[in-house]
């Protein structure tokens, strides 16, 4: 739909709530277009076209919620969503918390972002970069067979929020990815990895025989992979596993974890959660990048600040409903982080750090969602490398990692500059110092 | 609003109700589909299909005493797959116009690069098998009893026990509208509900504070949820928190394990299951390919997917090719006999679609998926499981879980658990992750109960980004040398 139109639906539909008896209401507008193709077996095996639409309204009445959504963008469909909405919020019971965050934090400056970059890439260019990407994996190494694909794809999207308050935000965004999927095998056994890079940009993304190849390598040097005796160890985080433990700080300091005393980190504000050489800021602005935006998801004005500040916790992660339920004010929130910025410790990455370590357990990939956020328990399957004396020895498997998070956190020794930029979370390879390896 | 149930059963009710609702209010007919098939494989297309979908989705969600939150959603679209060889299109339309539609048609068709005119008639099929009553769960209940049905199951899990501080409980319904046209031109429906419950509790005692959970669901309208099954649901959710506040720390290491009935086929769904993919086995990348026929399991194990038992969250009529659903043994006494395809795997395989073709909405691909997956029965009685061991790790109950495909590593976590010492339940344990070698601890398997059950129907898979609804099964099942993830 065109920018006008989208923007005259939205505010009819607001109208339309205000009509049927909302106090407030909020309404989101969002459209996208894209492709991906994925090679495997040297030819093009996917072709896929995707082109979405929705609309969906949240309404307020006497403090009582109701939501609705649709793909259907006809006007009839628009008008039934609103009321449906509206007759949710007749039937669930008011709570003094609801509502739009208050008026005065609306993002009512809108900063350019550098967020919308289409690339100009047309079918055939696309299947080619696949094929060659492929074909990289494939002749990294003699070992490599086989692969799960490799896959090109860019989208495109476009999202107008707008809420009673008068408050609207256009959000314009382009995401490209390219990945691969390598398969290695000797004697008998397989391994596979990947390796990806997703960009707001073209240009900032890597290139595609690189990806190839660094799958191929990766699922080469996993095989003859074994296990290890049960031990504590030194657990070193390549940068991909580290974002999974920053992301479990974020659900414990999230408004939602934190009102319903369902977090490791309650009444942690101000307290050392971790060694004082640990900061962690939240950059909603960077330029390009995937956690950026100038406003939340319910219009509030996002800023810069520090959540964890050498080690103290400073900051929670609260929408305006989380934030009334704590009798505190929203942080901008509302729909999960912004970019995290975790700042290295260590002019060098993981290999710079392999070679501090007497022995030690690398982990490259976790599998299985084995982390309670309530209590900090923690146990995750895993593998990696041993290292010893300095250097990697043999790759690992069928093994886990445990500990409680709150011990964890306090037994991070390094943080590498490795960082990867492919998500929100901007972390490099993190190096604790005692966990319960399990094995043999 | 309860819909007749005589209505409701009749095969021809799902076609014609399924042109009503993704046909008629856009003035699209028998000819339009004809011409969106000649134009979706005009390009040289040896397979294909167009899928019309309507998913309406609502939720209600109690917390705090009150149900506080509810969202509904409507979405519909049209996919259209063509398929080449190996080589397979997809591209689908939100808007139900011709132009729209045939501009979709011809994306998708763009895989092959022949030309060929072609004509196709499509003939209506009805389905025979009828699993599920043909209703919509949304309106299966109003919505003022929606709201009382989660204060209910609030009330009862505060009652069991006065250590229980939060209850958050929701209940969805899912209502899926489908018609598949195929490259043959066979048209076929199916109408689809879905219901679900969830509870979750957190309990308090001398400052520790724990976490327990339970739930039901299948393909009903919300009568399922009777104030027994509620009950028991509350029980449940309060009675493995309250366990786990007495959990020590888990063991780590080798060990042996006993694993509970019903849900902890997560198992069989992660060890097995998935391996058993035909994507997976013709692509070579499984850590069974290019076994069957081979001895995979001990002799005890029969592994089986049904897609059509009655009212299970995994089972379809006909799956998201238009085949009807089956019974397939997998494994039998310990021996690989079948996987699991969908027609384009099966084609390239030589073999027949098992109708477990199936995708998460028109907007993703078809690939072969698990619907209801387990472990048949065996000899032993539960207690006799656990009294032949002496000292290990009972896991009456377990999260999720996940596997390396190609690798056969999986992993499964235990959210309640018991210490066995000298063939008795001891101490419960914190939740731990268990971790295994699929083809080797499917040999691993020792002894298997008599006692099989189906999880309550609450799993959801993933793959490829697609999620989708399915059941996991099995009965007591003792495995040797598996690994425990526990911290002690």
């Known amino acids: 739909m065109k920018k006008q139109t989208i923007e005259s639906e939205a505010e009819a539909a607001l109208v339309h709530a205000k009509q049927l008896g909302a106090d407030q209401a909020a309404v989101t507008v969002s459209s996208g277009k894209g492709f991906s193709v994925k090679a495997q077996n040297r030819s093009i095996e996917t072709v896929e076209h995707y082109e979405d639409q929705a609309f969906s309204i949240t309404v307020f009445v006497k403090k009582s919620m109701g939501s609705a959504t649709t793909n259907n963008l006809s006007k009839d469909s628009l008008l039934e969503t609103t009321e449906k909405a509206l007759s949710l919020a007749s039937l669930t019971a008011a709570d003094e918390c609801n509502g739009l965050a208050d008026s005065n934090l609306m993002a009512t400056e809108p900063i350019d972002l550098d967020l919308h970059h289409p690339w100009k890439l047309d079918m055939g260019k696309a299947q080619t970069m696949a094929l060659e990407c492929e074909q990289a994996a494939l002749e990294s190494d003699p070992k490599v067979d086989n692969s799960e694909g490799a896959t090109v794809g860019t989208y495109e999207s476009h999202s107008l929020y707008a809420n009673s308050h008068g408050f609207v935000g256009a959000t314009n965004t382009t995401g490209h990815t390219i990945s691969c999927t390598a398969v290695a095998s000797e004697n008998g056994s397989m391994e596979m990895d990947y390796e990806y890079s997703a960009a707001r940009k073209a240009e900032d993304l890597l290139d595609h025989e690189k990806i190839g190849y660094k799958a191929g390598i990766q699922a080469c040097s996993h095989l003859g992979a074994r296990k290890i005796k049960t031990q504590k160890a030194q657990v070193l985080y390549s940068p991909r596993a580290a974002k999974s433990l920053i992301s479990h700080i974020t659900d414990a300091i999230s408004g939602t974890s934190l009102y319903r005393k369902a977090s490791f980190l309650l009444d942690s504000m101000d307290q050392h959660i971790c060694p004082d050489y640990l900061t962690i800021t939240e950059q909603p602005h960077l330029k390009s990048s995937f956690g950026s935006t100038y406003f939340d998801g319910e219009g509030v004005k996002t800023k810069p600040r520090t959540l964890v500040e050498q080690g103290v916790l400073r900051g929670y992660l609260l929408s305006s409903y989380s934030a009334r339920r704590l009798g505190l004010t929203t942080t901008g929130n509302a729909g999960g982080h912004h970019n995290l910025l975790i700042e290295p410790t260590l002019s060098g990455g993981l290999e710079e750090i392999i070679r501090t370590m007497t022995t030690g357990l690398v982990v490259t990939d976790l599998i299985g969602y084995g982390v309670n956020i309530v209590n900090g328990d923690y146990s995750r399957g895993a593998n990696g490398f041993w290292v010893e004396n300095g250097e990697i020895q043999y790759p690992v498997s069928e093994i886990t990692i445990a500990g409680n998070l709150k011990n964890i956190l306090q037994q991070i020794l390094v943080i590498g500059n490795d960082c990867e930029r492919n998500s929100a979370i901007h972390c490099g390879s993190i190096l604790i110092d005692d966990m319960m390896v399990a094995g043999q | ?488």
């Open chain 2, 1 to 488: 609003m309860a819909e007749d149930r005589t209505t409701i059963n009749d095969p021809d009710i799902a076609l014609s109700k399924a042109k009503s609702i993704l046909l008629d209010p856009f003035n699209l007919d028998d000819h339009d589909l004809s011409l969106m098939l000649s134009t979706l494989l005009s390009s040289g297309g040896e397979m294909g299909d167009i899928y019309f979908q309507a998913i309406s989705h609502e939720s209600w969600t109690l917390e705090d005493r009150e149900v506080k939150n509810s969202v509904h959603s409507n979405r519909q679209g049209v996919g259209f797959r063509s398929i080449l060889g190996e080589k397979s299109g997809l591209a689908y339309s939100e808007v139900f116009e011709k132009e729209s539609l045939l501009q979709a048609a011809k994306a998708a068709g763009t895989i092959a690069t022949d030309r060929k005119q072609m004509t196709y008639r499509v003939n209506p099929k009805t389905s025979q098998q009828i699993l599920y009553p043909l209703l919509n769960p949304i309106n299966s209940l109003v919505d003022e009893n929606k709201v009382k049905l989660l204060r209910s199951i609030d009330a009862s899990a505060r009652a069991r026990d006065h250590r229980v501080k939060e209850v958050v409980a929701m209940l969805s319904g899912n209502y899926q509208v489908v018609l598949v046209v195929s490259h043959e031109g066979e048209l076929k429906a199916d109408i689809r509900p879905l219901v679900r419950l969830g509870v979750s509790v957190i309990v308090e005692a001398n400052g520790r504070r724990e976490r327990g959970s339970s739930g039901g669901g299948g393909r009903h309208g919300y009568e399922f949820f009777d104030q027994d099954m509620l009950k028991n649901y509350a029980a449940e959710a309060v009675d493995q928190a309250l366990i786990n506040l007495e959990a020590i720390d888990a063991p780590a290491g080798e060990m042996t394990v006993v694993l509970g009935s019903g849900w902890p086929g997560v198992l069989v769904h992660e060890a097995i299951g998935h391996g058993l993919e035909g994507d997976f086995n013709r692509k070579k990348t499984s850590a069974f390919s290019g076994l069957m026929g081979e001895k995979v399991a001990s002799s005890i194990c029969t592994v089986v997917d049904d897609g059509t038992l009655e009212g299970q969250r995994g089972s379809l009529n006909i799956d998201d090719e238009g085949e009807e659903t089956q019974r397939t043994v997998l494994i039998e006494n310990g021996r690989l006999c079948n996987y699991m395809q969908d027609k384009l795997n099966a084609k390239l395989m030589g073999s027949h679609s098992t109708g477990n073709g199936r995708r998460e909405s028109y907007s993703t691909q078809t690939i072969p998926r698990m619907t209801n997956t387990f472990m048949m029965a065996g000899p032993h009685e539960h207690d006799e499981i656990i009294q032949s061991v002496d000292s290990g790790l009972y896991a009456k109950n377990f999260g999720g879980g996940q596997v390396d495909i190609t690798s056969g590593k999986f992993v499964f976590s235990a959210s309640e658990a018991y210490l066995i010492k000298h063939g008795k339940l001891d101490a419960p344990v914190k939740g731990a992750m268990l971790i295994g070698d699929g083809p080797s601890a499917l040999k691993q398997i020792s002894m298997v109960g008599n006692n099989l059950a189906l999880d309550p129907g609450v799993g959801n898979c993933g793959k490829e980004g697609q999620t989708i609804p399915v059941n996991v099964g099995q009965p007591t099942m003792r495995i040797e040398n598996l690994t425990v993830g526990g911290t002690n």
